[in-house]
């Protein structure tokens, strides 16, 4: 009998420490000490890292928002820099119902794949006034639905924050050794180019494949010299295929970079970052890159960078204009704790303000109308008018979002000649058939 | 007439009750954090579900689409040829630990030579693997050093030598924690068994297949079944860090599909059914070992 009742004193004391435990973390959680709003970091502010331009950027946007909002803590996290890991984090935060307040996402597809999970920002927008119009606005439409932003009246789930398209950017010291001025239009005269370059004892471009991101930005820009006007909904309509005389001419037309020894020879298996990081060390005459690599090239280069359009190989209508787009949006998800103080945040992330301060930091022209009708900087400028001849959005901002991540991954292995450009590119068909079902 | 449950009918009935009383916190927390979520696993595999928008029921279509699904093939090729170094982490360090145990000249140095690399974390391996094997890594470096430039490869470029890199890793980094396994097997067994053996005249090879390998079955099994889930079901961290699946999709592998399927690609009800499948197979390789092993019968040995 008296051990009977040890047991049970016994059991009460365990349910008892769990209780006790349990309420001991209840209120320890409960216990708050102003607001924080939690900010994450996707598309070009993924390598805000400590120390980097881009880092001085966000610490001034947080600190800024901190004095206006005073009790409230800003406590940023970087997303990863890997599409397909961003993409991950991202999705599991959603699934888990544990999102931050605030985020920025890269624009078109890998903002709209999340669409339910997006608080719908039309009532801020339209309880602000003027603040649609205060955009330059082609920046609008990659983050509405179907891309079309109905001059407001659309589905909006994101705030436009820049503005880009890709650039060959060249190292100018190196070009006058090899006795040039500045990098081809075209492929063909990009090749004899390399020859030049590569007879005086220098790389003529780095190139990192890694991920198949450089690929499919050499892909973009030359396929613009492909495409004609309504090519593009043809192919998210799948009524033109990645399988297709313009896609595959260009595939072989980038291949013609390796067979002319333009590139690293590791290029396959070489990261874009260290692409990025090897010329601004003055290991190559070019590289592929956008607006936001400026800031590192400009800081380590100084006045030898030199940007150039990307080389074309098409014929087509619209042979020497521009792919771009806004590249990045800010957006709140469903059940963010503080929507209005994300909201907040936002309005002075894409403010004239912040926006100009955007130009020397981030490189990227801004989605501000008035902040880019002041931009004074010369590259930025040169930036914003290839964006203004844009023709096609960026082709993986475009396709669906699980399309892109498969669509490096197959880049990647076309480029390095693993697979044909025409296997490589009917895989991709039918991950768009996939996703379109 | 009435049923007779056998409760309530006194002090050593209700002694029995105990038993399950005090377990039924562990069995809580097995029903929370393992039958739940298996459940669900198993329920939204017959679902399509992108993690956003409610669960929609599709019957069996993501395992139909399994079938023809190359991407699940290639991954699932990956995982059988990560699991040929199963007999490799099972034999090799046995050797080294019986070598060990054998006291051979410098054991001590070889025993804390050998286990460091189960100290160091996966991350912290596939690192270094990704700047000794990199184009302009080490390896090549040696290569080109010793004139050997025709050795100098792209290791992580192409689809063999990257999965030859993964299975290095795996098998370096194992290395050190079997061979402690079977250390630790050994140092429990009779000394004077191998002694008589030595006694009647038995060589080193002898003693280590007659007395150490028959007194270690149960040590074999758990490194044979452990490093098999592992060749299947724990290789996310090395494909992650070193390879991140590429080149393209070379060294993708049943997990990583699973992990990309969910999270990178929205298809959540898929990436249940390939984890379903890929749990049914690991149980079939780990029944078929054991039995392997133990010809059919249980129990201590």
């Known amino acids: ?437 | 007439m009435s049923l007779d449950i056998g409760f309530n009918r006194g002090p050593h009935n209700r002694e029995r009750l105990w038993g399950p009383l005090y377990a039924l916190p562990a069995i809580a927390l097995v029903v929370v954090f393992i039958g739940y979520p298996f459940g669900s696993i198993i329920y939204h595999s017959f679902t399509h579900w992108n993690g956003l928008e409610p669960a929609r029921w599709i019957g069996v279509k993501n395992y139909r689409d399994l079938l023809h699904d190359s991407l699940f093939r290639l991954a699932l090729r990956n995982n059988l040829l990560f699991a040929i170094s199963v007999p490799v982490q099972v034999v090799v360090p046995l050797l080294m630990a019986y070598l060990i145990h054998e006291r051979i000249p410098g054991w001590r140095l070889f025993r804390a030579t050998y286990f460091l690399p189960a100290v160091y974390s996966t991350v912290v391996i596939g690192l270094l693997a990704q700047v000794i094997f990199a184009s302009h890594g080490a390896v090549n470096i040696a290569f080109g050093k010793t004139g050997l430039t025709g050795l100098e490869h792209d290791w992580l470029g192409s689809g063999p030598t990257a999965i030859g890199v993964i299975l290095l890793l795996l098998i370096w980094a194992n290395f050190g924690y079997n061979v402690v396994l079977y250390l630790a097997g050994m140092s429990t067994m009779d000394p004077q068994l191998p002694e008589a053996a030595r006694v009647d005249g038995a060589g080193r090879l002898a003693v280590l297949r007659h007395v150490y390998i028959p007194g270690l079955r149960r040590v074999i099994e758990l490194v044979l079944v452990t490093n098999t889930i592992t060749a299947f079901a724990y290789m996310l961290t090395y494909i992650f860090v070193v390879t991140n699946g590429g080149p393209g999709f070379d060294t993708y592998d049943t997990e990583f599909l699973i992990y990309n399927e969910a999270f990178s690609y929205q298809a959540l009800g898929y990436a249940s059914a390939i984890g379903v499948v890929l749990t049914l197979i690991i149980l079939l390789f780990g029944v078929f070992q054991i039995r392997m092993l133990t010809g059919g019968k249980t129990g201590s040995a």
């Open chain 1, 1 to 437: 009998m008296r051990s009977q009742r040890k047991r049970w004193i016994v059991l009460l004391a365990v349910v008892a420490a769990s209780l006790s435990l349990a309420g001991t973390a209840t209120t320890a959680s409960g216990r708050g000490q102003g607001q924080t709003l939690q900010v994450w970091l996707g598309g070009i502010l993924t390598t805000s890292t400590s120390g980097t331009p881009f880092r001085k950027w966000v610490d001034t946007q947080d600190k800024l928002f901190e004095k206006q909002n005073p009790g409230v803590n800003v406590q940023i996290t970087l997303l990863p820099a890997d599409n397909g890991q961003l993409a991950a984090k991202v999705e599991a935060a959603f699934t888990a119902h544990s999102v931050p307040d605030v985020m920025m996402l890269y624009a078109g597809a890998y903002t709209t794949a999340y669409q339910p999970g997006l608080m719908q920002l039309n009532k801020y927008i339209d309880a602000t006034p003027g603040f649609y119009k205060s955009f330059v606005p082609m920046t609008w439409n990659f983050a509405c639905t179907n891309f079309d932003c109905k001059n407001g009246k659309g589905y909006i789930m994101g705030v436009p924050f820049d503005l880009g398209g890709f650039v060959m950017f060249y190292n100018k010291a190196l070009f006058k050794k090899a006795g040039l001025t500045h990098p081809a239009s075209t492929f063909s005269d990009l090749y004899k180019q390399c020859a030049v370059i590569k007879g005086k004892g220098i790389l003529p471009m780095i190139y990192g494949d890694r991920d198949g991101y450089a690929t499919s930005n050499m892909l973009t820009s030359d396929l613009v010299s492909y495409f004609r006007p309504g090519d593009l909904q043809r192919l998210l309509a799948q009524k033109l295929h990645f399988n297709s005389p313009a896609f595959i001419s260009s595939l072989n037309a980038i291949r013609g970079l390796k067979t002319h020894g333009c590139i690293n020879s590791d290029a396959s298996s070489f990261g874009q970052l260290n692409s990025d990081n090897k010329f601004a060390a003055g290991a190559a005459a070019m590289v592929e890159g956008q607006p936001q690599n400026l800031p590192q090239f400009v800081g380590a280069l100084g006045s030898k960078v030199g940007v150039w359009p990307m080389p074309v190989s098409g014929h087509g209508p619209w042979a020497h204009k521009q792919a771009g787009n806004a590249i990045d949006n800010w957006v709140i998800p469903n059940g963010a704790k503080n929507p209005t103080l994300a909201w907040k945040y936002i309005q002075l992330a894409t403010s004239k303000r912040m926006q100009l301060l955007e130009v020397p930091e981030l490189g990227s022209p801004p989605s501000n109308l008035a902040a880019a009708n002041s931009v004074k900087d010369p590259y930025v400028r040169y930036f914003a008018r290839l964006t203004a001849q844009a023709q096609i959005p960026e082709l993986d901002q475009a396709v669906p979002n699980q399309v892109a991540l498969v669509l490096y991954r197959y880049l990647n292995q076309a480029f390095s000649g693993a697979l044909s450009p025409s296997s490589a590119m009917s895989h991709v068909d039918q991950t768009m058939a996939q996703a379109n079902h």
